[in-house]
């Protein structure tokens, strides 16, 4: 069951969605038009949490707020999402998510901060253009019959369904997992060293899993989602210092960090510790 929305932090979110960066992708996506079950298989050419843009194989009629279902997969985890269709050029459109439960946004930050990092390393930057200046044509196709808006949502999931993994010993991604464990509330200072701007603010923890923390700095976070930190803080008289990325802004003194590169011996201690605070809470 998908966690109860905050709606000062949802607020804050929304805000910070209008100017987050597109990432970047080239995967297969499937937008059903639900007003009349219009079913088009095209690529997702940029996605951010806010909405992405997709390359059909024809242009939209009628695409003006036109409610939409978007279904995508992207580095093994699939989306369904609802939105409405912001423009439309060509063959290109752009959609606009509808508010969307933790669960899923949680999902979708994960994997725009491993997208956001993959095209750093490979030297892409993320694109903010509102529109596209060139759409590429697409060669036409038949028309197919039209299906009624539950049939084309029906079709659409299958198609992005999660297939059979070929090996049994396929693991799901550790991020993932870690996200399953246990938040625990705590109290103690840390510190967020901004690697790439070199400066440190000063702040409690306010919660802890293995996957991540949420922490309340003194000052005004000044940068948003998807930048480098590391996090330094002791609990129990072990000292930690992790790296992660900023994956939520809750408001502007509270910001969510999901741990990256975790070595095997500081995760075990990170558990560990979770462990013994939710046994010392009564937990």
Same mark, same amino acid.
């Given at each position: 069951?998908?966690?109860?929305?905050?709606?000062?932090?949802?607020?804050?979110? #929304?805000?910070?969605?209008?100017?987050?960066?597109?990432?970047?992708?080239?995967? !297969?996506?499937?937008?059903?038009? @639900?007003?009349? $079950?219009?079913?088009?298989?095209?690529? %997702?050419?940029?996605?951010?949490?806010? /909405?992405?843009?997709?390359?059909?194989?024809?242009? @939209?009629?009628?695409?003006?707020?036109?409610?939409?279902?978007?279904?995508?997969? *992207?580095? /093994?985890? $699939?989306?369904?999402? /609802?939105?409405?269709?912001?423009?439309?050029?060509?063959? @290109?459109?752009?959609?606009?998510?509808?508010? %969307?439960?933790?669960?899923?946004?949680?999902? @979708? *930050?994960?994997? #725009?901060?491993?997208?956001?990092?993959?095209?750093?390393?490979? /030297?892409?930057?993320?694109?903010?253009?509102?529109? =596209?200046?060139?759409?590429? =044509?697409? !060669?036409?196709?038949?028309?197919?019959?039209?299906?009624?808006?539950?049939?084309?949502?029906?079709?659409?999931?299958?198609?992005?369904?999660?297939?059979?993994? !070929?090996?049994?010993?396929?693991?799901?991604?550790?991020?993932?997992?870690? &996200?399953?464990?246990?938040?625990?509330?705590?109290?103690?200072?840390?510190?967020?060293?901004?690697?790439?701007?070199?400066?440190?603010?000063?702040?409690?923890?306010?919660?802890?899993?293995?996957?991540?923390?949420?922490?309340?700095?003194?000052?005004?976070? =000044?940068?948003?989602?998807?930048? &480098?930190?590391?996090?330094?803080?002791?609990?129990?008289?072990?000292?930690?210092?992790?790296?992660?990325?900023?994956?939520?802004?809750?408001?502007?003194?509270?910001?969510?960090?999901?741990?990256?590169? %975790?070595?095997?011996?500081?995760?075990?201690? *990170?558990?560990? #510790?979770?462990?013994?605070?939710?046994?010392?809470?009564?937990?």
């Amino acid at each position: 069951m998908d966690e109860p929305e905050n709606p000062i932090g949802l607020m804050a979110e #929304l805000d910070e969605c209008r100017e987050m960066p597109r990432c970047v992708v080239d995967v !297969p996506a499937t937008l059903v038009v @639900l007003s009349h $079950g219009t079913m088009m298989v095209g690529r %997702m050419t940029e996605l951010s949490l806010s /909405g992405c843009r997709v390359l059909l194989p024809k242009t @939209l009629s009628h695409p003006a707020n036109a409610a939409v279902e978007c279904t995508f997969k *992207v580095r /093994g985890v $699939g989306f369904r999402l /609802g939105g409405i269709v912001e423009w439309a050029e060509n063959n @290109l459109a752009g959609v606009q998510f509808n508010t %969307m439960s933790s669960r899923k946004r949680d999902d @979708l *930050v994960e994997v #725009l901060c491993e997208v956001e990092l993959e095209n750093n390393a490979k /030297g892409n930057n993320a694109v903010n253009e509102p529109k =596209p200046q060139v759409a590429a =044509p697409a !060669p036409a196709q038949p028309a197919a019959p039209a299906l009624s808006a539950q049939q084309a949502v029906t079709q659409a999931a299958h198609l992005t369904a999660p297939q059979a993994a !070929p090996q049994a010993s396929q693991q799901p991604p550790r991020g993932r997992d870690r &996200r399953a464990a246990h938040r625990c509330g705590v109290d103690t200072s840390a510190v967020i060293d901004l690697v790439k701007v070199g400066s440190r603010l000063a702040g409690q923890i306010v919660d802890l899993s293995a996957g991540g923390c949420r922490i309340r700095t003194a000052e005004k976070f =000044p940068v948003g989602i998807y930048t &480098r930190v590391e996090a330094e803080f002791q609990l129990h008289g072990l000292p930690f210092r992790l790296g992660g990325v900023i994956q939520a802004i809750h408001n502007r003194n509270t910001v969510g960090i999901r741990f990256l590169d %975790m070595s095997q011996r500081k995760n075990d201690q *990170v558990t560990e #510790l979770i462990a013994e605070i939710e046994e010392s809470q009564g937990g």
